[in-house]
């Protein structure tokens, strides 16, 4: 008898399927990180792939400590990864060490990687450090270079574009230098602008991606903003339309967290 198994699974070379790609933290407790990348990317049904960088004891009430992965196990799960499958967008979150900042950035050139969203993440929301000292240089020399989409808050802004940034006009000039370190779009978050929730995207020219406040403190917002972009720019949106459609995303996500009553809200999606 004839085997029919081709004709029903199709070949996956020939998979419409679109891919990305999350090189980040692993979150126990499911809301921020490879977690979080994952469940966006699979709420846009984009195939998620995942490479771990880092590892965090955590719940919702902070991070309380921080390993990162070793950076040659880190490049070997890049490399494996690639020798067979090729991501359609990616994003970096937590990459911890100045080593493994290095990494990402080699691989990224080495096999001309496109469509890539830089979430430098520095800090958590409750203050600690998520990064080793120095790795702010590293992803401002090594990663905004490669990046398609850089997604900053505004500490984060403040640190890689070394002014202060407390305001509108800050975010505004600090996207600008991030612009001329390499990055492609800048998206400045403003979350923790007083009363509103502005955000400034910036290729060149500026777009303000005006949102209202959403109260409260949300476990994993910056990991699953940038996500949506990879998942988008995955399909084919370009930068713009695809931070436009992040912000709509995120209110509406906002709204349905829920809490366990100890910490942060929880997104479920
Ligand atoms: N854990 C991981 C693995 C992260 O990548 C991040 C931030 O990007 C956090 C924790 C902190 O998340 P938040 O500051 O939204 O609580």
């Not at 303000?208 to 990879?230: D, M, N, Q, W, Y």
């Not at 995955?234 to 995303?249: D, H, M, T, W």
Request: glycine residues 8%; charged residues 20%; hydrophobic residues 45%.
């Amino acid at each position: 008898m004839r085997c029919h198994l081709l004709t029903i699974v199709p070949p996956f070379y020939n998979s419409p399927m679109r891919m990305a790609l999350t090189i980040a933290g692993f979150d126990p407790s499911g809301g921020a990180g490879i977690q979080a990348d994952l469940k966006v990317f699979s709420g846009f049904e984009v195939y998620g792939l995942s490479v771990v960088a880092a590892l965090t004891a955590q719940n919702s009430m902070g991070v309380k400590a921080v390993r990162p992965v070793a950076s040659a196990f880190l490049r070997r799960q890049l490399t494996v990864l690639f020798e067979d499958l090729e991501p359609h967008a990616l994003k970096t979150g937590m990459l911890q060490s100045r080593a493994n900042v290095a990494v990402v950035s080699e691989i990224i050139k080495k096999y001309r990687l496109g469509n890539v969203v830089v979430d430098p993440v520095l800090l958590s929301s409750t203050g600690r450090r998520l990064a080793e000292k120095g790795t702010e240089a590293l992803v401002r020399n090594k990663l905004l270079p490669v990046a398609t989409v850089v997604t900053p808050n505004m500490h984060e802004a403040s640190v890689l574009a070394g002014i202060e940034v407390k305001d509108l006009e800050d975010m505004k000039r600090a996207a600008v230098i991030l612009h001329e370190l390499g990055a492609e779009s800048v998206i400045v978050t403003g979350g923790h602008l007083e009363g509103t929730a502005v955000d400034i995207f910036y290729n060149g020219e500026y777009t303000l991606l005006k949102g209202r406040k959403v109260p409260g403190e949300f476990h994993g917002t910056g990991c699953r903003f940038s996500a949506v972009i990879a998942a988008l720019l995955a399909k084919g949106v370009k930068p713009l339309a695809a931070a436009q459609q992040a912000k709509i995303y995120m209110r509406q996500a906002m709204k349905k967290t829920f809490s366990t009553g100890k910490g942060m809200h929880l997104f479920n999606v």
